[in-house]
Nanobody, 119 residues
Framework: EVQLQASGGGLVQPGGSLRLSCAAS????????IGWFRQAPGKEREGVTC????????YHGDAVNGRFTISRDNAKKTVYLQMNSLKPEDTAVYFC????????????WGQGTQVTVSS
């Protein structure tokens, strides 16, 4: 069974940092691109950033460019999202997903982790 377990969310003050993790199991992690997506209350889901199997970044949303960094450790079957200089507008549930064709999500999603940026 394909599983993607997102973790690392929490409450952080504006300007702070968090690192999210997406731990994968049930499939050959080395063969699949992975992306991070987020959904804020009352808004549509949006792509944050995606990474290819070889570590190349395929997409980086304008809203997070320069602040968020995606990386992957194929040995640990984990994708990370380092989030710096967090803003209140980054508040959302963050999901990881298997992606195709750059940064299009498939039907394989993790359960999401809540990130709240507030003073």
């Amino acid at each position: 069974e394909v599983q993607l377990q997102a973790s690392g969310g929490g409450l952080v003050q504006p300007g702070g940092s968090l690192r999210l993790s997406c731990a994968a199991s049930g499939f050959n992690f080395d063969d699949y691109d992975i992306g991070w997506f987020r959904q804020a209350p009352g808004k549509e889901r949006e792509g944050v950033t995606c990474v290819r199997v070889n570590g190349d970044i395929t997409y980086h949303g304008d809203a997070v460019n320069g602040r968020f960094t995606i990386s992957r450790d194929n040995a640990k079957k984990t994708v990370y999202l380092q989030m710096n200089s967090l803003k209140p507008e980054d508040t959302a549930v963050y999901f990881c997903a298997i992606t195709v064709a750059g940064c299009y999500p498939t039907n394989y999603w993790g359960q999401g982790t809540q990130v709240t940026v507030s003073s």
